[in-house]
């Protein structure tokens, strides 16, 4: 299977190319450039693996929560390859991206608490479990909401990553105390992790058409956008990745 994945929702700009088990990365911190790097980035992914775009299988895309303009920007740049090349889509959440790093970085921790700072005084936040695969299996939902206020389930360590536990370092290692055994602070969501939450999640839940490639925002009084249909891996109640 080939799955091309692009992630722009937060500082770092990324594209991933999955091919079976090989995975090619381009990743780089660079806020406000990500529309001048993506598409060289895609375009020297698929040289290096000499891997023509018309053998894609799916496209895979971070669609939030983060920047607007940058998960906008992701679900633009895959509606376009996907409608030019007819692939399906499918969206993955960054926070659940986040929490495939976390848990793949430390495999004896089994949850994770990825949070990203969404300005405003607030944070997305989620709690994610490893499934029996060792996938992260989100546990409640995707929030928004202030630092103060996030949700910590007891009785059992995890590894803290994303900016927001750099931003509100103090208050969520508070709220975790007792069950934080590490924090990634300066880790955002890659590319590399949305293809392999994608590759995953193809197989069982398909993908939808390109036109279905929309933002999925948790701060709908900001920008109220309509979920992604069919994407069960959004972060949404009762979905997989």
Not at 13 to 32: N, V
Not at 77 to 90: H, K, N, R, W, Y
Not at 141 to 158: F, L, S
Not at 180 to 194: H, I, M, N, Y
Request: hydrophobic share 45%.
């Amino acid at each position: 299977m080939k799955v091309l994945a692009i992630e722009t929702a937060t500082e770092a700009c990324s594209a991933a190319l999955l091919i079976g088990d090989s995975l090619h990365e381009r990743y780089q911190l660079a806020p406000r450039e990500h529309n001048r790097l993506i598409l060289p980035m895609i375009e020297a992914l698929l040289a290096e693996a000499d891997c023509p775009a018309r053998s894609l299988d799916l496209i895979a895309f971070g669609r939030g929560p983060g920047s607007f303009t940058g998960v906008r920007m992701a679900a633009g740049v895959t509606q376009g390859l996907a409608l030019g090349l007819d692939l399906p889509v499918i969206g993955i959440s960054t926070l659940a991206a986040l929490a495939f790093d976390a848990l793949a970085r430390y495999p004896a921790l089994a949850r994770a608490y990825p949070c990203l700072d969404a300005r405003m005084h607030e944070v997305y936040w989620a709690v994610y479990d490893r499934d029996a695969d060792g996938y992260p299996q989100l546990a409640g939902q995707e929030r928004v909401c202030p630092a103060a206020t996030v949700t910590v389930p007891p009785g059992m360590a995890g590894i803290g990553i994303g900016s927001g536990w750099s931003t509100y370092a103090d208050i969520l290692s508070r709220k975790a105390e007792g069950c934080l055994a590490a924090v990634l602070s300066d880790r955002f969501p890659g590319a590399g992790a949305v293809a392999r939450l994608a590759a995953r999640c193809f197989p069982r839940e398909g993908g939808v058409p390109a036109e279905l490639a929309l933002p999925v925002y948790l701060r709908d009084d900001v920008a109220r956008k309509p979920a992604v249909a069919g994407m069960r891996p959004d972060g949404s109640p009762g979905s997989l990745v």
